[in-house]
T-cell receptor
Framework: DQQVKQNSPSLSVQEGRISILNCDYT??????FLWYKKYPAEGPTFLIS?????DKNEDGRFTVFLNKSAKHLSLHIVPSQPGDSAVYFC????????????FGTGTRLKVLA | DAGVIQSPRHEVTEMGQEVTLRCKPI?????LFWYRQTMMRGLELLIY????????DSGMPEDRFSAKMPNASFSTLKIQPSEPRDSAVYFC????????????FGPGTRLTVL
């Protein structure tokens, strides 16, 4: 039973264009969401987060959007760069519960030069 | 500041053997997490410790898996006996205070059980 789903295993985007990575969740108790980026042979690194009191959070080229009614969040990367090529994991947690991170299966992004 | 350190980076063993994975969290961090990554299930939390005490081990798949944290700077994840389905990448992560804080991951141990 996957509570956090990333339905696109992979995505290819041209350098300079926008990358949009999607994530859906099923548990309405989730109120804190994160994106991690992972390069080969390395551990995941924190990228950006958003609380459910917001619907958007921006950090440089990275923006996360949250649609609570649809139980959907997305990560936008603008403009995409070859160095952004990595696996991106979406994670969710409940601040009123155990706070454990529930991760999705990841989306492999390839930015083409 | 050194990040989370894991050893070994790669482990190949035969079915039935005991496997021990090791982790040194970031100095000063009070919470430690063990995750397993597979293609099918992504990153799954196995267990987490706070101040060296296991808080939630509900993710540990079965009794073959055990984890210890004898002190603030060292943790082990042991699989005995190992099975081919245990093949995965195992990550250790730590956070400053609790599960609420940002988690920093180690480079992982790729385990292959033949």
């Amino acid at each position: 039973d996957q509570q956090v789903k990333q339905n696109s295993p992979s995505l290819s985007v041209q350098e300079g264009r926008i990358s949009i990575l999607n994530c859906d969740y099923t548990n309405s108790m989730f109120d804190y969401f994160l994106w991690y980026k992972k390069y080969p042979a390395e551990g995941p690194t924190f990228l950006i987060s958003i609380s459910s009191i917001k619907d958007k959070n921006e950090d440089g080229r990275f923006t996360v959007f949250l649609n609570k009614s649809a139980k959907h969040l997305s990560l936008h990367i603008v403009p995409s760069q070859p160095g952004d090529s990595a696996v991106y994991f979406c994670a969710a947690s409940s601040t009123s519960g155990t706070y454990k991170y529930i991760f999705g299966t990841g989306t492999r992004l390839k930015v083409l030069a | 500041d050194a990040g989370v350190i894991q050893s070994p980076r790669h482990e190949v063993t035969e079915m039935g053997q005991e496997v021990t994975l090791r982790c040194k969290p970031i100095s000063g961090h009070n919470s430690l997490f063990w995750y397993r990554q597979t293609m099918m299930r992504g990153l799954e939390l196995l267990i987490y410790f706070n101040n060296n005490v296991p808080i939630d081990d509900s993710g540990m798949p079965e009794d073959r898996f055990s984890a210890k944290m004898p002190n603030a700077s060292f943790s082990t994840l042991k699989i005995q006996p190992s099975e081919p389905r245990d093949s995965a990448v195992y990550f250790c992560a730590s956070s400053r205070d609790s599960v609420k804080d940002t988690q920093y991951f180690g480079p992982g141990t790729r385990l292959t059980v033949l």
